[in-house]
Structure formats: C-alpha cells, structure tokens
C-alpha cells in the first residue's frame, strides 16, 4: 500500500497555493517558477507510480520552461523511449496537481492507485535534470521530496539539456539489449553523437566556424562539450554563453527572440560577417534556428521550415543512392505555422502531413513513415527511423560502391540524430552534414524555396473560449469568428491566417502570412482585432 506516512509528512512541506489552477499542457507544467514547488513535489510521486506501473522502467523529469522568460519555470514526465508523458496520464497528472489540501491529495493518490492497478511492490526508477534558472535547484529539492516519499530510486542527471535528459531515458531502459541507445551518460551521449558526425564528415573540407548564440542557457555546456571532442572537424564559436548574469536567459537573444522578431540578437551585431552562417539555441537546447546576413546586411532566417527541406532532401537523395527507394518511405509532419512557401515545396516532393501543435502530435505522426522528418517552424525537430527501416538498412546488400556509400551514411545518420526528441546539438551537427555535403553556404540552403512574409502575435483574450478544428487551422468557436476570418483573408494575395489558444501561455496567438511583408503584418493585427 501507499506509503501514508511518509507522503503526508512531505506534502504538508509543500502545500499548494490557493486560487491557482495547473494544467499539464504540451511541454508538461509550465509557470512562474515561484509558484512550482506543491507541482514539482507531487510530479516527483507521479514519476515513480508511472515507473511502477511500467514495470520499473526509468522514467525521467525535466525542470525547465525552455524558451520562456528566466523567472519562468516547468516540470515535464519522460515516457521509458525517451518520450513525452503518454497523453492519458495528463489529465491524472493536472487532477492530482490541483487537490488543495493534504487529504485531498492522499484520497486522490489512493483512487488513482486503485483505477490504473499499479502494483505498489514494484520497484520504481526516476532520473531528473534541470536548466540553469534560478528557481531550479528549489523545485528539485521539491521533486526530491516526492520521489522519496515514495521511495524511488533516483538519479540527478544535474543541470543538462531536455534531450540529453531523453536520451538518458532511452539509454537507461535499453541498456544492453538489441535495442541499445548508447552508454547510459551524458559522455556516451556525446561520443554517440561525435563519433557518427566524424565519420559522416570523413574526407569533406572543414566548413567555416558556426556562431552559436546559447541564449545564456545550459545549452552553452553542450557546446563547450562537443567543442573540445570534435576539435578542427566543426569550429563553433559560443556567443551569449552567460551562465552567471541574473536575467540573461533568453534575454534578447535565443532561438524563440530570432524567430519571432526575424532579427539577429543585438548581442552578435558586431560578430555576424556577411555571408557567415550563425544559429541560435532555445533555453534548454531542444530549439534550434540559422540565419545570415547578406553583403547588403540584410536577415536571412533558416528555421525548423528550412532544417526539414534541408535534411528530407538529403536523405531522399541518399535512400535513392542506396537503392532503397521502393523499400524507404520518407515523409514530412508540419503543423500550421510551417510557411506556406515550404508546404508548397515539399508537398511537390514527399508526402506532407499537418498536424496540431506540440512535439506529441508530431512525433506520433512521423512514426507512421519509414522515416519520418518531423520539424516545428520554431526550430524543435528531429527525423525518426521505424524499426522496419533500421532492419533494411542494417541487412541490405549493396551491389555497388555507391550505394555502400550511401548505405554507409544512412547508418550513421541514424546514430547522430536524436530520435526520442527534438535537439538543438544533434540537429546542429545533421544541418553541418548536409552543408558540407552538398557545399552549400546559408545562401543556397536559403534559396531551396522562398519565404513568404509572416507574422505571429499574442492576443491576451480569454483562450479557454476559442476551440479549434482541421489541426488548429479554424476555430468553432467562438461562434461566426471564422467566418470574418476568411472574409478578411480572401482579400490578401496568397493571405493565411489562422488562431488558436496557446497551451504553454496565457495568449491567443494569431499567424498570418502573405504575398508581401506589409499585407502580411496588415493581415495579423486586423485578425487580432476581431479576437481581442
Ligand atoms: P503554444 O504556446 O501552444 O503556441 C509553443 C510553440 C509550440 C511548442 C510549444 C512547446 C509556437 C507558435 N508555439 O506552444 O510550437 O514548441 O510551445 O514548447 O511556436
Ligand atoms: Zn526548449
């Protein structure tokens, strides 16, 4: 049975403050860090009745609110493949997390035990990390906290990425077997992902260094890492790698600040050259983002749009050269706010399914393809191999030195990408590939297929009221709004727009796009007048 005792002692140390609801969102709870601690308590007895009921599988727990702002923080469950929480035990997760009082949580934990049949004489496994925000270490002590008072066997990973806090998960439960993830540690998961760069880059000519903006994040920590092991092979130079400086995390600079305000951070003005290629990382290094400026200084993006363009294009052309083409299927999930410029050239290539925000949605859709590209505009994504696709590989005979060569290349992609997760580092390392493949330089990436104008703003307007449908891209309601909607954008050369409440902020946000920037900036603040 439950441990009463002992969970009634640690509850009591972390009440829940009044008048505040929780809710497990897409990127799992997410708020002003002050307000965590009853969440992160009861999130520590959450990951160890799941790994209880998985048997004692390692279930890992990230503290971190990514791109968000420093005072800001998050707790999210990893499932035993190093992915997200399954979505049933959401809803648990937000019910337990809002019983007020120690009684209350007990009963509920008690009903809860009952329901799923979780069989309490089962060991329980748990590995947690955090990021580098200051309410960090107080809402670990707080998962610790839960984690004991259950009795769990615990691993503190420390201050890491989210993705290597997955692949630990991965690694962890998969140690050993034909399904093994790599060496359970943060050095295996680099080696994993050096070792596979190095020899996917044997014989090209180095490129020029990479700037890489950390958003004074623990993504900084990462690149240090891969710095030293990958030595001449990548040159990357870290900019806003400030780990000490109260409020400067994701402070003007970051993959969330280049994205939406479609600038470099001020802080590279005077490092980015012409011509150089640069990228930024989100908070917690699952996001990543390129950009250059040309010789007339002016900003190019490369976002999740483009990283997905880059990389299916790639791996077609080496499934093709590998004479796979009948066997590996490849495909592209994107989500409503992909550019209307990269639907329409990959459409016209792959085949393209949208789905609704959040990494969940993506990654589920991307395993029902042989390899499945999957990529947010925001720059979080990755390429997911099914199991059918890494048997073919592994057993197929090439019958020319060619195809061994693309064969060859295929395998080691498969050890470099980061499949649980999307992940800034390894996605850095699969975009430097394909560059040095093909020689290519940010302009002719750039030039694979052309933006077309687009702004996303927030509209603080009551979000639980705006219900959406078709993958988020029309709302039933309220009721007649998107009938106005496609009055307004009937008006506007190759006009998009749509909205949809936020899940991981208080906001309605609003995208638009358009044949040209000024209509589309028109386009985005009408339709947020007709929300507000
Ligand atoms: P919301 O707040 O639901 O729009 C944001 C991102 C998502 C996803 C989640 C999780 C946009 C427009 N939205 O979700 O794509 O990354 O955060 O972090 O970028
Ligand atoms: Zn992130």
Redesign the pocket.
């Known amino acids: 049975s439950l441990p009463l005792e002992s969970l009634r002692a640690a509850s009591d140390k972390h009440p829940k403050p009044a008048h505040l609801h929780f809710q497990y969102g ?2 799992g709870f997410r708020t002003l860090g002050s307000t965590l601690d009853s969440v992160t308590f009861k999130v520590g007895v959450i990951a160890a009745l799941r790994s209880k009921k998985l048997d004692g599988k390692t279930i890992g727990v990230m503290v971190t609110a ?1 791109h968000n702002p420093e005072p800001d923080n998050g707790v999210k469950l990893v499932d035993p493949r190093g992915e997200m929480l399954e979505a049933s035990w959401e809803g648990y997760a937000t019910t337990l997390a809002n019983t007020s009082s120690t009684e209350e949580f007990l009963d509920a934990l008690d009903q809860f035990v009952k329901t799923l049949r979780i069989d309490l004489s089962k060991p329980s496994r748990v590995v947690y990390g955090r990021d580098t925000r200051p309410s960090g270490p107080a809402l670990v002590a707080a998962l610790e906290d839960g984690l004991s008072a259950i009795g769990a066997e615990i691993r503190d990973a420390g201050v890491t990425t989210t993705p290597i806090l997955h692949y630990l998960v991965r690694a962890s439960n998969y140690k050993g077997t034909k399904d093994s993830y790599g060496e359970d540690s943060s050095e295996g998961y680099y080696e994993k992902l050096s070792s596979a760069f190095k020899k996917l880059v044997a014989g090209k000519s180095a490129l020029p260094p990479l700037i890489v903006d950390c958003a004074n994040g623990v993504g900084a920590q990462a690149v240090a890492e891969f710095s030293k092991i990958l030595g001449d092979k990548l040159k990357l130079i870290p900019v806003n790698d400030d780990l000490s400086t109260p409020g400067a995390l994701n402070n003007a600079c970051g993959a969330d600040f280049v994205k939406t305000s479609q600038k470099i951070p001020p802080s590279l003005t005077s490092v980015l050259k012409p011509g150089q290629r640069a990228c930024s990382l989100d908070g917690d290094a699952d996001r990543l983002i390129y950009y250059y400026l040309d010789e007339r200084g002016q900003f190019h993006l490369l976002d999740g749009d483009k990283i997905a363009a880059l990389v299916a294009a790639f791996i077609v052309e080496l499934v093709k050269n590998a004479g796979l083409e009948h066997e590996i299927r490849v495909g592209i999930v994107q ?1 409503a ?1 992909a550019n209307g410029g990269s639907t329409k050239y990959l459409s016209q290539r792959l085949p393209v399914k949208c789905v609704a ?3 969940k949605h993506l990654h589920h859709a991307a395993e029902h393809y042989d390899i499945g590209v999957y990529f ?1 505009a ?1 720059g ?1 994504g990755t390429v997911l191999f099914s199991s059918d696709t890494l048997k073919t590989l592994a057993e197929h005979q090439p019958s020319t030195p060619a195809q061994s060569t693309a064969l060859g290349h295929l395998t080691n992609l498969t050890q470099l990408i980061n499949q649980t997760v999307g992940d800034a580092l390894s996605d850095l390392l699969l975009v430097e590939v394909v560059l040095a493949h093909k020689s290519y330089s940010g302009f002719e990436w750039d030039s694979l297929y052309v933006d077309l104008p687009n702004r ?1 703003v927030k509209v603080a307007a009551p979000r639980h009221l705006f219900k959406t449908e078709d993958a988020e891209r029309r709302l039933v309601s309220p009721p007649g709004l998107q009938a106005k909607i496609d009055e307004l954008v009937r008006r506007y050369e190759a006009g998009r727009s749509f909205v949809r409440p ?4 208080d906001v309605v ?1 609003v995208y638009a796009e358009a044949m040209v920037r000024a209509q589309a900036d028109e386009l985005a603040f009408r339709v947020a007048g007709l929300v507000y």
């Open positions: 897409t990127a990514s989500t706010y925000t959040g990494v947010e925001n979080h996303l936020s899940g991981t902020e946000r």
